[in-house]
């Protein structure tokens, strides 16, 4: 399991550092992803890391503004989110690839995906 953790209540323009911390074996083997929800919308992918190689992948909305980051030995995940907008506000949620074989253009999918955790609020006011 995935849990994240780190949100709060930010002014837009602001910083915030989402944690994820995960459990189990797998999780140095496996690309680690962060996407949110905001209301009333779908789910949509932020960013990932791949676990061979630390190389991000960042959605086109936060690229520039958020920085995505693992840390193995301690299985724990981040997100550091910079030049917060309104539009970000939503849960936030962690989660790592079914396999260790993702390839790039299925990096954004949900179902590549599992372990989903409860989530992280963020609210942005403006």
């Known amino acids: 399991q995935l849990q994240a953790c780190g949100g709060g209540l930010v002014q837009a323009g602001g910083s915030l550092r989402l944690s994820c911390a995960a459990s189990g074996r797998t999780f140095s083997s496996r690309d680690m992803a962060w996407f949110r929800q905001a209301p009333g919308k779908e789910r949509e992918f932020v960013a990932a890391?791949?676990?061979?190689?630390?190389?991000?992948v960042y959605a086109d909305s936060v690229r520039g503004r958020f920085t995505i980051s693992r840390d193995n030995a301690k299985k724990t995940g981040y997100l550091q989110m910079n030049s917060l907008k309104f539009e970000d506000t939503a849960v936030y949620f962690c989660?790592?690839?079914?396999?260790?074989?993702?390839?790039?253009?299925?990096?954004?999918?949900?179902?590549?995906?599992?372990?989903w955790g409860q989530g992280t609020q963020l609210t942005v006011s403006s």
């Open positions: 890391v791949r676990w061979r190689g630390n190389v991000p």
């Open positions: 989660t790592k690839s079914r396999t260790s074989s993702v390839i790039w253009s299925e990096l954004g999918r949900a179902y590549q995906y599992d372990a």
